[in-house]
């Protein structure tokens, strides 16, 4: 009858009631655990409605421990935690109530905008994807595309923002998600047509002026920036925008912002301090610029931290090579994968670039497909997926480039896969970019990535990690030595003919004289690579690391 009672008087919003009856009925030695553990989750509800988040998660928290399976307590004491600005404690809640309830569609809401909240942009999405996978929800896909986005993944979402668009072509959330993929992939040609009479949030009229300006449109832009709050994309743009006599108060106006402590996304305050970096580097003002890339790392190692655990069951798991059991696809002709591996920085994009003005190659930028593979089956070990998921990825070499006889996935990070790669693709080869690795490193430290990269942001484990890359590719080269070629970024620039003639004919091809005019190849590049491929061949990066000589002790390279 007390069970009942408080349950009666939740409903009816006699909070306090239902909290006294629901303490009689956990005091109950001989209750049931089922029931007492209940009548704690729902004291937990009546707190929360009060407001009462402390006495919320000490209700929820003693549920859950006389009841571990309890999934209406675990999404309460996230909600508790939550409220009490405990993000990640509350999303690791939410993660329990979704792992005991999979088709609760409001725990994978509340998760999704949690690990948003908290810059976790991968999980972000997936948890965004399972919402709308229950029921069609324009804040679930909004949430979806950005989390990609973010997470420097919009060629997945290319597609599907323009059909989305196409289906509602006068619809503000369709326009805006579009311009926001579009701007990422640098495309700010469509995405400025999108621009007109588009307004809303800041966050909206930001973007807007960041295609305008990105397309040429300066004018316009500044417009835009004038009405907008002061925030740091808005010291970005207004650099981005500022001439000769302008640019020195609009850097000490940029400083002085981010002198203070500031609520802007760590990303946005990194990408400030990135752009003022690359200013000092242009004056010459190296130990300036150093100290402007410290700064933007510092930032983002809080929304990307680095797992040394779970660094170390990845390598665990590489060397075991699960993935032998499994059949290597042999799809029936057409052209064969080439994956073009190494650290970022190293040289990737402008070997494709060279590649892909030859006929016999098509360079098809950085694929997620087999990132996305390798990184399921480590979760989950499932076979079949990945059988699959490799026929498919055949078959998209034929789509890709139906006329070509290699088809290249430049995707850096596949080193880590690139022996599973080779086993279960028996015709394809790795080439495998190295550069001077202080360049490197440097190169990589003063760089601001799409997408996620935990290694990056703290000296030292960007060294360990580059040490681990090369043991770990070294690994994969005593098992593979036909199928993996070595190219080093320096012999590129010192003499592209002859080391691209020397790859060239690793794969069976003739030179083509087409290598050598790679700047005036018209793909549209989307990496950090992009302003060093647009040009002829230039050595002013080879030593590059001396300007910040003396800074660099903790690389331990």
């Known amino acids: 009858m007390s069970m009942r009672n408080a349950i009666l008087d939740l409903q009816k919003g006699r909070y306090r009631e239902a909290i006294g009856a629901f303490q009689m009925v956990f005091g109950n030695d001989v209750a049931p655990v ?10 937990a509800v009546c707190h929360l409605r009060l407001r ?17 399976s309890h999934v209406d307590a675990w999404f309460n004491l996230g909600g508790s935690l939550k409220e009490q600005g405990r993000a990640l404690d509350a999303l690791h809640a939410f993660r329990k109530t979704c792992e005991l309830r999979p088709d609760r569609a409001d725990a994978w ?34 949430g979806r595309v950005e989390g990609l986005v973010r997470g420097g993944k919009s060629p997945l979402v290319d597609a599907e923002t323009a059909l989305f668009l196409a289906k509602n072509p006068e619809n ?41 300006a990105n397309a040429g449109h300066s004018a316009e832009a500044r417009v835009r920036l004038a009405k907008l709050p002061q925030c740091a994309r808005t010291h970005r743009l207004r650099l981005m925008l500022g001439d000769g ?22 990303e946005d305050l990194a990408d400030l301090h990135f752009h003022l970096g690359r200013m000092a580097d242009q004056e010459k003002a190296y130990p300036a610029a150093w100290d402007h890339y410290s700064a933007a790392h510092r930032l983002l190692v809080q929304a990307q931290p680095f797992s040394e655990e779970g660094h170390r ?25 080439v994956f073009i591996v190494g650290m970022p920085r190293s040289g990737t994009t402008l070997l494709e670039q060279i590649l892909d003005m030859h006929p016999a190659f098509h360079g098809a930028g950085e694929r997620h497909e087999m990132q996305a593979m390798a990184q399921r ?67 990589i430290w003063r760089q601001h990535f799409r997408g996620i990269h935990p290694y990056a942001h703290d000296l030292a484990t960007l060294g360990r990690y580059y040490r681990w890359h090369e043991e770990i590719m070294g690994l994969w080269r005593s098992r593979y030595a036909a199928r993996i070629r070595e190219v080093h970024y320096e012999a590129v620039v010192n003499d592209l003919p002859g080391t691209v003639e020397d790859i060239l004919h690793w794969f069976g091809e003739k030179w083509d004289s087409a290598c050598e005019r790679f700047h005036e ?37």
């Open 52 to 68: 009462e988040w402390e006495s919320a998660e000490a209700c929820a928290r003693a549920a859950v421990e006389i009841d571990p």
């Open 172 to 212: 503000d959330l369709a326009r805006y998600l579009r311009i926001l993929v579009l701007a990422d992939l640098q495309r700010f040609d469509e995405a400025v047509v999108l621009t007109d009479n588009l307004r809303g949030s800041p966050q909206i009229d930001l973007l807007v002026a960041w295609t305008l």
């Open 109 to 142: 809401r509340y998760r999704a905008a949690t690990a948003q909240g908290l810059f976790l942009w991968e999980e972000a999405a997936d948890a965004w994807s399972l919402t709308l996978a229950k029921g069609w929800d324009p804040r679930a896909f909004k």
């Open 34 to 43: 089922t029931m007492r553990s209940d009548a704690l989750s729902n004291a």
């Open 313 to 337: 069951q990845l390598d665990v798991w590489l060397r075991l090579r699960s993935w032998e059991s499994i059949e290597p696809a042999q799809p029936d002709g057409g052209p064969q994968w």
């Open 245 to 266: 006599e302008d640019l020195p108060g609009l850097a000490a106006g940029a400083r002085r912002y981010l002198s203070m402590p500031r609520d802007d996304h760590p």
């Open 521 to 557: 190849n018209p793909r549209r590049i989307i990496t950090a690579s992009k302003g060093q491929v647009d040009k002829p061949i230039y050595r002013d990066a080879v030593g590059s690391w001396r300007r910040y000589k003396g800074l660099l002790d903790s690389l331990w390279l």
């Open 377 to 443: 089956f480590f979760v989950d070990g499932e076979v079949k997926a990945m059988a699959n998921a490799c026929i498919s990825f055949a078959q998209k070499a034929r789509d890709l480039a139906p006329d070509a006889a290699w088809c290249i996935d430049k995707m850096p990070h596949n080193f880590q896969f690139a022996g599973m790669l080779l086993h279960l693709f028996p015709r394809a080869h790795v080439i495998w970019c190295r550069r001077d690795p202080l360049d490197n490193c440097v190169s």
